[in-house]
Antibody
Framework: QVQLQESGPGLVKPSQTLSLTCTVSGGSVNSGNYYWSWIRQPGGKGLEWIGRIYSSGSTTYNPSLKSRVTISADTSKNQFSLKVTSVTAADTAVYYC??????????????????WGQGTLVTVSS | QSVLTQPPSVSAAPGQKVTLSCSGS????????VSWYQQLPGTAPKLLIYENNKRPSGIPDRFSGSKSGTSATLGITGLQTGDEADYYCETWDNILSAGVFGGGTKLTVL
């Protein structure tokens, strides 16, 4: 059974870089069948897809965050990471990591997130 | 503002049936499959439905999904107080080249 666990600082100062790591157990980030994704949720608000990394190292980012986001993987540690630069209060959120399955069916894309990590709250404040 | 539109709240009585809607456009729901998630208070989202209408193992058949055109629907029958949660739809958007979520619907069972 695959499990994911986020870790990283809970408090980041404005203009600095937010860095989080997701540790995968029971599965491998090297698996060619899945993407490894980051999703965030500001307090009391909805979910926002941040981006993902494939086993090959290729990445896809939300256009609204692309200029500030980097997702990378460390296969030796079976982890993948998120960096968000130049953070502001608007980046305060619970950050989740999740495994994303993607399939193409008759030229239509199917994707879903399962499982998810428990989430970690990151507050941007001085 | 979310790319996919969901009603902010829905309520129904225990034992009843409820449908939650998710509206999009030709570049997202109209072109791709939809997944649904349940988020109980204080917990991470949990996959309920994938590929429009498939349930992962362990999800009861009280939960069902459907899609028509640029809209999708989550149905829940035999409502229980434990179903009180936020529900989110998700799909891929071909123009944004990104995953997109609805704003979520808060289900109250009263």
């Amino acid at each position: 059974q695959v499990q994911l666990q986020e870790s990283g600082p809970g408090l980041v100062k404005p203009s600095q870089t937010l860095s989080l790591t997701c540790t995968v157990s029971g599965g491998s980030v090297n698996s060619g069948n899945y993407y490894w994704s980051w999703i965030r949720q500001p307090g009391g608000k909805g979910l926002e897809w941040i981006g993902r990394i494939y086993s090959s190292g290729s990445t896809t980012y939300n256009p609204s965050l692309k200029s500030r986001v980097t997702i990378s993987a460390d296969t030796s540690k079976n982890q993948f990471s998120l960096k968000v630069t130049s953070v502001t209060a608007a980046d305060t959120a619970v950050y989740y990591c999740a495994r994303e399955t993607t399939k193409s069916i008759w030229q239509q894309l199917s994707n879903w997130f399962d499982p998810w990590g428990q989430g970690t709250l990151v507050t941007v404040s001085s | 503002q979310s790319v996919l539109t969901q009603p902010p709240s829905v309520s129904a009585a225990p034992g009843q049936k409820v449908t939650l809607s998710c509206s999009g456009s030709s570049s997202n729901i109209g072109s791709n499959y939809v997944s649904w998630y349940q988020q109980l208070p204080g917990t991470a989202p949990k996959l309920l439905i994938y590929e429009n209408n498939k349930r992962p193992s362990g999800i009861p058949d009280r939960f069902s999904g459907s899609k028509s055109g640029t809209s999708a629907t989550l149905g829940i029958t035999g409502l229980q107080t434990g179903d009180e949660a936020d529900y989110y739809c998700e799909t891929w958007d071909n123009i944004l080249s990104a995953g997109v979520f609805g704003g979520g619907t808060k289900l109250t069972v009263l």
